[in-house]
Every structure is written in C-alpha cells, then in structure tokens.
C-alpha cells in the first residue's frame, strides 16, 4: 500500500522542553512529539507515581456514590456489579468485586451474555435481579447511555450507580448538542462536560480503580491491603487502548511492576498456560497474549469463565479455567482468520466501486470478532470499516476507524437507520435492521468527506537518526519511555540511503528478513529486523533490479544496494553478548 512518510516537526516545543528540563536533547524531542511540553509534564511523564494520581473526589457524582455503596455494605443490602463481557469490563468486575469482598460487603456480579443480551444493561435482565433481591446496582465499563434500562431500574425501587468512561450520549435541539445521561443515583464518568475531574481518558477499569480507592477510604482502611488492584486496571489499560499518557501510564507503570511478582492465583495460572512464566511481562504481553485471553470467554462462551479466573483463591480451578481461556483463543484466531479471508473480496468490491466507509454483511462470521474482523480490514485498506453479522434479533457489527473520520460522530449523522449504538471516534458496535444496512452504507458514504490524500497512510517518524549515533546509553535512555502504547508508541526513526550488505531470509517460511546495514565510514554494521513485510520488499526489489537478482539475493545472502528505512532501536542479548539491532518498521529502495 502506498504510504507517506512525515517527520514531526515540533521544534519550538522541544527547544523549550530541552532549556526546561536538562535531559538528552533527542529525548526532549520524543516527549515533545506526544504534546509534553514543559518541566512538569515530563517530569509526571519519566517520574511519575502513584503519588501523582488525581484526587477521585474531584469525579462528579463520586462523593454521593461512595456514601451511598458505604451505606449500603453496612446496611448489608445486596448489591449487584453490572459488568461488560470484554477485558476492559472484566476487569472492572474484578476490581469492584475484589473491593467490595474486602470491605465485606453483601454483593454478586453480573456479566451480560454477548448473543443473548447484546452490550451493557437489559431491561429483562434487571427484572430479574431485582426479584432475585438486588437492591443497588453498580455499573462499570458501562451504563451511560442505559436511558431506557435505568428507568425501568427506578421504577422497580433499585439504587442504580454507573461507573463508565464511554463518550456521552447527546441529542441535538435547535442546532445545538445538549449531553443526556441516564437518570441514576449516581453517574461517575471523567468524560462529562461538568465534572471537573482533570484526567479524561481513563478506561472502565481505570474508574472502578479509582472509586474503589475512594470507597476503600471512606470505609477508614488503607488502599495499601488493596494495592493488587492496580495489575487488573493496567491490563485494560492497554487492552482497551486509551491514551497511555497521564494517569494511564502510571497505571500500568505500577500494573507492570506487579504482574512480575504477582500473587494472583489466577493471573499465574494464565501466565503460565500462555508461556510466560519466567518471563519479563511487559505492555506487549497484556495486548497480544493475556489480553485476548481474558476477552476470548466474552466471545466464543461467557466471560464470568474470566471473572473466575481473576477472583479465585483455588489454584486447581484456576488451571482449570487458564487452559480454557488459553484454548478458546487459539480457536478464536482460527475464527479470525477465516474470517477475514473471507470478508476480504466483498470489500475490494465496495472499494472498487468508490467508497471510502466500508460495511460489509456476512451473516457466516461469528458476531464476537466482528470488531476484531473490522480492525484487520481497516489495517488492510486504510479505510473505516464496519463489519455486520447476523445478531439474535437483528444484524449486529463492530466497526473501527482511521485518524481523521470519527465513527462515533458519523453514525450519528445517520441514526435514522441504526436501532442502537455506542463508542468512540475510533470504535463503535451498532444493532441495524437487515433491510437497512444497504441505506446506511449509503448515507455513510454521501457523508464521508475524506479524501483520497486523508486515506493513504501516514508513517509519522519521531526523528531522522544516523546509525553511527546508536550505543547502549541512547537505547535504554529510549527504553525508559515505556510503556508504550496509543499515545506513546514505540519511537519510530529514518535514515536515508543506508548500504545494505546482507540479507538473510529466516524462520520456518524464509518470510522473515534480517539485513546488516554498513554504519558509514567504518567496516562496523548493525543487523535489523523484519516480520511482516516480505512481499513488499520482494516486490521492491523485483521491481527495480529483476526477478533474476532476487532469486541469486535469496540464493547467497549477499547484497550492494541502499534503502531508506524506518525503526526502533533494541538491545539483543544472546549467549551473554549485547548488539544493538533495529526493529525495521518500514522501508523503500
């Protein structure tokens, strides 16, 4: 796919930055590049603590929640979490139900069948807690757009608190937007217009771990006993994909330091089906391994399998339910590929045709990794993509976005042909009529105002750096930025017209590339790295020099020709020896 390459270009921000704050001057560019931009910030940035957290009394409505769910554990009414079925929502449970059995309290959970019942509140299914004796209900990772549900909820004499941090619903009148949230005791979410919580962007997890902090207080214990807490918010954290700046990378900061010596049962269960045990678990481990774990029961089964796992105190049982979680992900990336095969001609054909918002019907995919479906699309073309699939009552999707087209907003605009939705500008799951879906891939369309320049990609590269300047110092000064994630991702650097000396194809389909490059002026070289773009650079190369020198370049290894390539600098230990490698990103001859 045809790409631009463009180097960030904040210089006044990073000058200042680097007269602020006497730090390595390419460090004081990195920060200034995710919008840090003087002392304070980045010393919250590389130093921040738990210290630093903001105070959760500032949260509208926490003060009244807390007093309200303090009553109620001591009058020993029974109080009901009302969860989500993803990681995010899991772990919000988790910690809510880790909190309130702590305190004492008289309580049960809830998690919402996927097919059965669809995301957050039901209406039935609030019925039916109440006659099994609910009395308060305590939602997190969900909640605020439950009008209808809270209602009924009121209705039938309940305390309903929401817990969430999904972007407020809003009708517009007479050309303006006026917010509306469910009329519950209690709404704490940072993300409205008048709480005057500072931080905005913390998941449903990071909420809950915020108000068990306060409840925990109020209830005149210290939050060190809960302390474990934080490890169950940092992995939504990252699998939830926020913004890992802020209180979000304190977080998962502390999240991080804990998973390496936890004493959950039940995350070592799963580190140890997963094959991490023994292992440094970083941010990748939580988003690529134990992360789709967590969200695979809420899929394929239900996900009170993954609440178990994280709340039980039986080591047998919680090998039990590791293997379990750890086979229904393998079963769900066999789904997924499948899947996005499949789905992958009937897009070309939207694409061909013109449109630039793709939705594609495919009753055949399983609804629970219609979003995953819709994210490798939306990698493939570049282009937001919604992928529906045939719900219980009606066709039912996920869809995700690019920088630049915000899906929440844009469903919005056309809500006359959606029965349901809720997100974000880069997410969203929506309920449509059949009859409709056509109407609406339409109306998307006539709205969309991307243009053909909005949809190539663009690589946004952190800074041009030369080869010759990489040592250990640098790397690991780099490595002190971590964790990464959306809003800090891994530093990305150029270098033009680097020799290449050595290609090695590797791995079990020589689909892998290893290049030496020739540090310049000396006979020294430093190897990089490649997974994932073989059929590119063999296309390249075919392209500008034949297939005939491939084929010898595949033969013998040997190579004289230059590239420019993008990547990220690491530290390879092998057999006691330490060499800087390169992660190359991207490349062009």
Not at 56 to 76: Q, T
Not at 134 to 141: G, K, S, W
Not at 431 to 447: D, G, H, P, T
């Amino acid at each position: 796919m045809k790409e631009k390459w463009m180097v960030i270009n904040k210089k006044e921000d990073f000058i200042k930055l680097t007269n602020e704050y006497e730090i390595n001057p390419l460090i004081a560019r990195l920060l200034a590049n995710r919008g840090i931009v003087n002392k304070k910030e980045a010393s919250l940035f590389l130093k921040g603590t738990v210290n630093d957290l903001n105070d959760a009394s500032l949260m509208k409505d926490m003060k009244k929640a807390v007093s309200i769910i303090k009553g109620s554990i001591e009058e020993k009414k029974k109080i009901v979490i009302y969860g989500d079925y993803d990681c995010d929502g899991v772990c919000s449970t988790t910690i809510l139900y880790r909190t309130l059995k702590k305190l004492g309290a008289n309580f049960d959970y809830y998690i919402p069948n996927r097919e059965d019942e669809g995301y957050g509140m039901n209406s039935d299914r609030i019925r039916k807690l109440k006659s099994e004796g609910a009395e308060v209900i305590l939602t997190c990772d969900n909640g605020i757009s439950a009008m209808e549900q809270v209602e009924v909820a009121k209705e039938l004499g309940l305390t309903v608190i929401i817990t969430d941090h999904h972007d407020i619903p809003y009708i517009e009148k007479e050309g303006n937007r006026i917010n509306v949230v469910p009329n519950s005791d209690c709404v704490i979410n940072p993300k409205q217009g008048n709480c005057e919580y500072p931080f905005k962007e913390l998941c449903g997890a990071g909420v809950a771990l915020k108000f068990s902090m306060e409840l925990v207080n109020a209830m005149g214990r210290s939050f060190s006993e809960f302390y474990d807490l934080f490890q169950y918010a940092a992995i939504a954290t990252i699998c939830d994909v926020v913004e890992l700046l802020g209180e979000n990378r304190i977080i998962v900061k502390e999240g991080l330091k804990l998973i390496n010596n936890t004493s959950s049962i039940g995350l070592k269960a799963l580190i140890k089906a997963t094959g991490l045990e023994g292992k440094e678990i970083g941010e990748y481990h939580f988003g690529f391994v134990l992360g789709p774990c967590i969200n695979a029961t809420g899929r394929l089964e239900t996900a009170d399998l993954s609440v178990e796992l994280l709340i039980t105190e039986d080591e047998k049982y919680a090998e039990e339910l590791a293997k379990k979680l750890y086979d229904l992900n393998v079963e769900r990336q066999e789904l997924t590929f499948d899947s996005v095969e499949s789905v992958i001609s009937k897009v070309e054909e939207e694409i061909a045709n013109g449109e630039k918002v793709i939705l594609v019907y495919d009753e055949g995919i399983h609804e629970s990794i219609a979003g995953i479906v819709a994210g490798r699309v939306r990698e493939r073309f570049n282009l937001p993509a919604i992928v529906m699939t045939k719900g219980k009552d009606m066709p039912k999707g996920s869809a995700r976005s690019i920088e630049g087209y915000n899906m929440f907003e844009e469903l919005n605009k056309c809500k006359e042909y959606i029965e349901k939705f809720g997100g974000h500008p880069m997410a969203a799951g929506l309920s449509v009529k059949e009859e409709n879906i056509s109407l609406l891939r339409k109306a998307l369309n006539s709205k969309c105002t991307l243009s053909d320049e909005d949809i190539i990609p663009v690589i946004k590269i952190d800074s041009p750096l030369e080869i010759k300047y990489l040592d250990e110092s640098l790397v690991e000064e780099i490595e002190s930025l971590r964790p990464f994630g959306k809003g800090n991702g891994s530093p990305l650097f150029a270098v033009k017209n680097i020799k290449v000396s050595r290609v090695f194809f590797i791995g079990k389909e020589k689909n892998f590339m290893k290049f030496r490059f020739v540090i310049p002026g000396t006979f020294g070289y430093v190897e990089g790295l490649n997974f994932d773009k073989y059929e590119d650079f063999k296309n390249m190369f075919t392209d500008k020099y034949g297939e005939e020198k491939f084929l010898k370049l595949v033969d013998s290894g040997y190579a004289d020709f230059n590239m420019d390539i993008i990547y990220y600098p690491t530290i390879n230990e092998f057999n006691g020896k330490r060499n800087i490698q390169l992660n190359v990103k991207n490349f062009r001859l």
